[in-house]
């Protein structure tokens, strides 16, 4: 294999026809200017990582123990400044825990 004349230099086209690449432009448009290598790397080594085990893959039932003792917390929490002040407080952003959760899936 020839060697590039510059190796961290690469082109990249996306086929706008496959559903996942589509979702992958998308979410490199959401990087800065200059984070779209970073987001790569992370994205490439956090694969590679995955594919040989080399760490533990994320326990849903501890992920969902985790989340229900953190809204049963936020919770109480409220629970106490409505008796207090009787201010309404917005619910956390399940929707947004879900969606993140789903794009991990993928």
């Known amino acids: ?37 970073q987001y790569l790397a992370d994205a490439i080594l956090c694969y590679e990582k995955a594919e040989t085990n080399s760490f533990p893959q994320a326990d849903r039932a501890l992920i969902e123990q985790i989340v229900q003792e953190y809204l049963e917390k936020q919770s109480m929490g409220r629970t106490r400044d409505l008796q207090k ?5 917005s619910s956390p952003p399940i929707d947004l825990i879900a969606s993140a959760l789903a794009d991990f899936r993928g």
Do not use: C, W
Not at 15 to 37: I, P, S, T
Not at 85 to 89: C, R, T, V, Y
């Open 1 to 37: 294999m020839k060697v590039k004349k510059d190796r961290g230099r690469f082109t990249v086209r996306f086929d706008m026809e496959n559903q996942d690449h589509v979702r992958a432009v998308e979410y490199l448009e959401r990087q800065r200017d200059r984070g779209k290598a």
């Open 85 to 89: 002040e009787e201010s309404p407080i």
